[in-house]
């Protein structure tokens, strides 16, 4: 039952008792609302990462076996990575000690012995733990016997032996951690060697040149790798601390019968309890000094979702003055710990975000039936806390344990940004988070620290990792169901039109993501379409939220340049929500994002919550469906769909010759028809890469299947009567009249259709399409008679002929784009 995995130990670590999963499908109430909740760890990659158990699991023995082969084989190709750094390390030993006795040494004796003290036990230590392991495995090839060709850098070992389930490597690994002890002396020496490699460094250039530049050859290949001398020091430091977590993995894919099981146990209590030692030793340790002379300083920590082979895990994330470390949180004993996870440098770190594409469906209705299962928990625990007369019961107790599970297992499993995060030495980390303003303020804190950091030194992880519980300022993950302050919060429905934003300083595309923050019932994070190319975008979008405990709105401006294909965060704020002062009707603001001022208009209606649908919410089609129930859809006048492939016409193919004459690609149109009736932002992605003959062309076929006209058909009489009409003034108020008459979305959506079309028209020199000529095209698909009439010569010539007057009018009104709004100005 994944949902515990992650959400368990957190709650532990601050001195709460989860629930245990037998308590929680015992309970009536959640087994009628979420009866597949046991399935919720088989969903592949989605699957958060299971707590270390205290057993080894229940799989399947062949499946152990298999898994504990892989772990073999990675451990193996490790150690032998690890032996070439330690051969580049002890490199120029030799040469550094002859060099002592000359008159110019480049080290003093003492020096040679503290810079490397204990580094070739190590080196034996683990050259003897490497030949005895690969005897085990691959009888055929032992160490110095082409132990390259043996390794297959993708595929690990090639392994000969007889006996699968009886292949004993226990042996092995107890010998090698009986004598870990040798490592003891280095790390008390660690900080010691480090001062002394900094100091020689700045003191003289011989020494400078050597530790900048060491070698180690890292693959079959021969390529070569460069370290610096302090990398290659904090090597040790890292084995050292990834012994335990290997001996557990080991142990956890090694069947209780095995031979190994018992073995494997009591080398990862001798691990275990080395490590203790040394973490708590570690803790008196001077803080590290950055090479500017500057001690490693926390800026800023939150909790994030890593993202790994193993799946999507809850971590704490901390940015130090020169690096990011991720750490998860434990519960050892009654106190809480932090396993260190992974490091990277800031020195040269690069930054990318995208937004997550949706899961399937089927994971989708998991999140719906999750937060239903949250609405129902919250539901009842208020009415526990009603009757607890302010004592809080046991009943109170568990259900609001269960609320907080919840939570964690949507803060780890919904749809979010992802920030990759790309270091100069390789290695590459992506992280999760929920919210794109939380996204963009992690990014401009760590591009902020890169650029502040001049160089580092390779940090002393056992100090680190254990001094975050004492230094983070985050302490729980971002649960609103553990938040003591009830008051100041809105719950109901929250409108948010956004309309426009002046400011830019080149054209671009841009869309405003809208959040909320909250409870996980409802959806907390929607976004505007993309505009067109332009300096004052426009959306006129309206986005209603459901809200359960919000009380603040975030803002990010999010533009996209012409030929770019990275979106490119312009700025963002923050707006508080007070029910105080929110309004009935709707109130005008306008908000500084960076440079950029964003006019929007709020409204809050206040009601009681319904429960959130089980089934997710889907794109409604928008081809071949009445345009007034699009429009409604969208809360507009004119369609999103029509918007968008006029301002993409105007953009690109306005001096495209032939342009809606000459039809576009068949395949690109009904690509871009599926997108607009499935995903509406991936729909405005196409049109930006596909031939501008196939936006026109989409733009007609909208129009060619609507079920019924833009122009109803039981106006086609009254406009063929008034062609008839021998004076043009009489004739044309007559048909400005009809114009007039027409439903509202009808009417501005053909006004707004007329106006571009005038636009093309005046570029007629160029692509070649007079107003007669985009009649012609357009006539038949916005106006179409009765189904009696049957003198279809004479039906085209009023369909032409219609839409050609109408677009020589000089005064034709200017079309709405959405309902005006009774509003107040506000400006903040």
Same mark, same amino acid.
């Given at each position: 039952?994944?949902?515990?995995?992650?959400?368990?130990?957190?709650?532990?670590?601050?001195?709460?008792?989860?629930?245990?999963?037998?308590?929680?499908?015992?309970?009536?109430?959640?087994?009628?609302?979420?009866?597949?909740? *046991?399935?919720?760890?088989?969903?592949?990659?989605?699957?958060?990462?299971?707590?270390?158990?205290?057993?080894?699991?229940?799989?399947?023995?062949?499946?152990?076996?298999?898994?504990?082969?892989?772990?073999?084989?990675?451990?193996?190709?490790?150690?032998?990575?690890?032996?070439?750094? #330690?051969?580049?390390?002890?490199?120029?030993?030799?040469?550094?000690?002859?060099?002592?006795?000359?008159?110019?040494?480049?080290?003093?004796?003492?020096?040679?012995?503290?810079?490397?003290?204990?580094?070739?036990?190590?080196?034996?230590?683990?050259?003897?733990?490497?030949?005895?392991?690969?005897? =085990?495995?691959?009888?055929?090839?032992?160490?110095?016997?082409?132990?390259?060709?043996?390794?297959?850098? @993708?595929?690990?070992?090639?392994?000969?032996?007889?006996?699968?389930?009886?292949?004993?490597?226990?042996?092995?690994?107890?010998?090698?951690?009986?004598?870990?002890?040798?490592?003891?002396?280095?790390?008390?020496?660690?900080?010691?060697?480090?001062?002394?490699?900094?100091?020689?460094?700045?003191?003289?250039?011989?020494?400078?040149?050597?530790?900048?530049?060491?070698?180690?050859?890292?693959?079959?290949?021969?390529?070569?790798?460069?370290?610096?001398?302090?990398?290659?020091?904090?090597?040790?430091?890292?084995?050292?601390?990834?012994?335990?977590?290997?001996?557990?993995?080991?142990?956890?894919?090694?069947?209780?019968?095995?031979?190994?099981?018992?073995?494997?146990?009591?080398?990862?209590?001798?691990?275990?309890?080395?490590?203790?030692?040394?973490? !708590?030793?570690?803790?008196?340790?001077?803080?590290?000094?950055?090479?500017?002379?500057?001690?490693?300083?926390?800026?800023?920590?939150?909790?994030?979702?890593?993202?790994?082979?193993?799946?999507?895990?809850?971590?704490?994330?901390?940015?130090?003055?020169?690096?990011?470390?991720?750490?998860?949180?434990?519960?050892?004993?009654?106190?809480?710990?932090?396993?260190?996870?992974?490091?990277?440098?800031?020195?040269?770190?690069?930054?990318?975000?995208?937004?997550?594409?949706?899961?399937?469906?089927?994971?989708?209705?998991?999140?719906?039936?999750?937060?239903?299962?949250?609405?129902?928990?919250?539901?009842?625990?208020?009415?526990?806390?009603?009757?607890? =007369?302010?004592?809080?019961?046991?009943?109170?107790?568990?259900?609001?344990? =269960?609320?907080?599970?919840?939570?964690?297992?949507?803060?780890?499993?919904?749809?979010?940004?992802?920030?990759?995060?790309?270091?100069?030495?390789?290695?590459?980390?992506?992280?999760?988070?929920?919210?794109?303003?939380? #996204?963009?303020?992690?990014?401009?804190?760590?591009? =902020?620290?890169?650029?502040?950091?001049?160089?580092?030194?390779?940090?002393?992880?056992?100090?680190?990792?254990?001094?975050?519980?004492?230094?983070?300022?985050?302490?729980?993950?971002?649960?609103?169901?553990?938040?003591?302050?009830?008051?100041?919060?809105?719950?109901?429905?929250?409108?948010?039109?956004?309309? *426009?934003?002046?400011? #830019?300083?080149?054209?671009?595309?841009?869309?405003?993501?809208?959040?909320?923050?909250?409870?996980?019932?409802? @959806?907390?994070?929607?976004?505007?379409?993309?505009?067109?190319?332009?300096?004052?975008?426009?959306?006129?979008?309206?986005?209603?939220?459901?809200?359960?405990?919000?009380?603040?709105?975030?803002?990010?401006?999010?533009?996209?340049?012409?030929?770019?294909?990275?979106?490119?965060?312009?700025?963002?704020?923050?707006?508080?929500?007070?029910?105080?002062?929110?309004?009935?009707?709707?109130?005008?603001?306008?908000?500084?994002?960076?440079?950029?001022?964003?006019?929007?208009?709020?409204?809050?209606?206040?009601?009681?919550?319904?429960?959130?649908?089980?089934?997710?919410?889907?794109?409604?089609?928008?081809?071949?469906?009445?345009?007034?129930?699009?429009?409604?859809?969208?809360?507009?006048?004119?369609?999103?769909?029509?918007?968008?492939?006029?301002? !993409?016409?105007?953009?690109?193919?306005?001096?495209?010759?032939?342009?809606?004459?000459?039809?576009?690609?068949?395949?690109?149109?009904?690509?871009?028809?599926?997108?607009?009736?499935?995903?509406?932002?991936?729909?405005?992605?196409?049109?930006?890469?596909?031939?501008?003959?196939?936006?026109?062309?989409?733009?007609?076929?909208?129009?060619?299947?609507?079920?019924?006209?833009?122009?109803?058909?039981?106006?086609?009489?009254?406009?063929?009567?008034?062609?008839?009409?021998?004076?043009?003034?009489?004739?044309?108020?007559?048909?400005?009249?009809?114009?007039?008459?027409?439903?509202?979305?009808?009417?501005?959506?053909? #006004?707004?259709?007329?106006?571009?079309?005038?636009?093309?028209?005046?570029?007629?020199?160029?692509?070649?399409?007079?107003?007669?000529?985009?009649?012609?095209?357009?006539?038949?698909?916005?106006?179409?008679?009765?189904?009696?009439?049957?003198?279809?010569?004479?039906?085209?010539?009023?369909?032409?002929?219609?839409?050609?007057?109408?677009?020589?009018?000089?005064?034709?009104?200017?079309?709405?784009?959405?309902?005006?709004?009774?509003?107040?100005?506000?400006? *903040?």
């Amino acid at each position: 039952m994944e949902l515990f995995s992650e959400a368990v130990e957190y709650l532990k670590a601050y001195g709460i008792s989860p629930v245990t999963e037998d308590e929680m499908m015992d309970s009536d109430l959640l087994h009628d609302v979420f009866p597949e909740e *046991s399935d919720w760890g088989s969903h592949g990659s989605m699957q958060t990462e299971p707590c270390l158990p205290s057993t080894p699991t229940n799989d399947n023995p062949d499946d152990l076996l298999q898994k504990r082969m892989v772990v073999l084989k990675r451990v193996l190709l490790s150690e032998e990575i690890y032996l070439m750094e #330690l051969e580049t390390l002890l490199t120029p030993m030799k040469a550094l000690k002859a060099s002592a006795g000359t008159s110019q040494p480049v080290l003093s004796t003492e020096q040679v012995q503290t810079v490397f003290y204990q580094v070739p036990e190590l080196r034996d230590l683990h050259r003897q733990f490497y030949t005895s392991l690969q005897t =085990k495995l691959h009888p055929d090839n032992v160490m110095g016997q082409g132990s390259q060709q043996s390794l297959g850098r @993708d595929e690990g070992p090639v392994m000969h032996y007889q006996g699968e389930h009886h292949l004993s490597v226990g042996d092995v690994f107890l010998k090698f951690v009986n004598q870990l002890g040798v490592y003891r002396g280095f790390i008390d020496n660690y900080e010691n060697a480090v001062k002394i490699v900094q100091k020689c460094m700045l003191s003289d250039q011989r020494f400078r040149i050597l530790a900048e530049s060491m070698m180690s050859s890292k693959s079959s290949d021969n390529v070569k790798t460069k370290y610096t001398f302090e990398a290659l020091l904090y090597k040790p430091l890292d084995r050292v601390m990834k012994t335990t977590l290997v001996l557990h993995d080991l142990w956890k894919h090694t069947p209780p019968e095995h031979p190994d099981s018992i073995t494997l146990q009591e080398a990862l209590r001798l691990s275990s309890s080395f490590m203790s030692g040394v973490n !708590e030793r570690s803790q008196c340790k001077q803080p590290v000094m950055l090479c500017r002379g500057e001690r490693r300083q926390l800026m800023r920590d939150g909790f994030v979702v890593d993202v790994c082979e193993s799946g999507h895990n809850l971590r704490h994330l901390f940015l130090y003055t020169d690096m990011l470390l991720c750490a998860k949180l434990t519960n050892a004993g009654r106190q809480a710990q932090y396993r260190f996870c992974w490091y990277l440098p800031l020195v040269g770190l690069k930054l990318h975000w995208t937004a997550e594409h949706l899961p399937s469906s089927e994971y989708q209705m998991k999140i719906s039936k999750t937060r239903v299962k949250m609405y129902q928990l919250k539901q009842a625990l208020l009415q526990h806390m009603k009757g607890s =007369k302010g004592s809080v019961s046991r009943a109170v107790d568990r259900l609001r344990r =269960k609320l907080e599970e919840c939570e964690i297992w949507l803060l780890t499993n919904t749809p979010s940004f992802t920030l990759d995060l790309h270091s100069t030495s390789g290695k590459s980390h992506t992280v999760r988070l929920l919210s794109l303003y939380d #996204l963009n303020e992690w990014k401009d804190a760590i591009e =902020k620290q890169c650029g502040n950091c001049i160089e580092t030194v390779p940090p002393d992880l056992l100090s680190v990792t254990s001094s975050c519980i004492k230094l983070r300022m985050t302490q729980q993950p971002p649960l609103h169901c553990v938040q003591s302050n009830e008051s100041a919060q809105i719950c109901g429905s929250l409108y948010v039109m956004v309309q *426009s934003a002046c400011g #830019l300083q080149h054209p671009s595309s841009a869309y405003v993501c809208v959040e909320v923050d909250g409870f996980e019932c409802y @959806d907390r994070r929607k976004q505007t379409s993309l505009s067109a190319f332009c300096v004052t975008p426009q959306w006129d979008e309206e986005l209603v939220f459901i809200v359960d405990g919000a009380k603040q709105l975030f803002l990010v401006f999010v533009c996209q340049y012409e030929n770019d294909t990275q979106n490119d965060i312009v700025g963002r704020t923050v707006l508080n929500l007070d029910p105080d002062n929110m309004f009935k009707k709707w109130k005008k603001v306008t908000c500084s994002l960076g440079h950029v001022d964003v006019t929007l208009s709020l409204k809050y209606v206040p009601h009681p919550l319904e429960p959130p649908s089980t089934t997710p919410i889907l794109q409604e089609p928008v081809f071949c469906v009445p345009i007034g129930q699009v429009a409604m859809q969208e809360s507009v006048l004119v369609p999103h769909i029509v918007r968008s492939c006029v301002e !993409e016409v105007e953009r690109r193919g306005l001096k495209e010759e032939g342009i809606y004459r000459i039809s576009g690609a068949s395949t690109e149109i009904q690509a871009l028809k599926y997108a607009f009736n499935t995903n509406y932002r991936e729909a405005v992605s196409k049109l930006r890469s596909v031939d501008v003959n196939a936006v026109s062309g989409t733009l007609k076929l909208y129009f060619r299947e609507l079920p019924l006209p833009l122009i109803p058909c039981e106006h086609f009489s009254e406009l063929s009567d008034a062609l008839d009409i021998a004076d043009p003034f009489v004739r044309a108020d007559s048909l400005l009249s009809l114009l007039q008459s027409l439903p509202d979305v009808n009417r501005n959506t053909l #006004l707004f259709l007329l106006h571009h079309l005038r636009r093309v028209a005046e570029r007629k020199e160029e692509n070649k399409m007079s107003l007669s000529n985009l009649a012609t095209v357009f006539g038949p698909s916005l106006l179409r008679p009765p189904v009696s009439r049957v003198d279809i010569s004479q039906e085209v010539e009023v369909q032409v002929q219609v839409i050609f007057l109408y677009l020589q009018f000089q005064n034709l009104p200017e079309a709405l784009l959405t309902k005006h709004l009774d509003i107040d100005d506000l400006e *903040s």
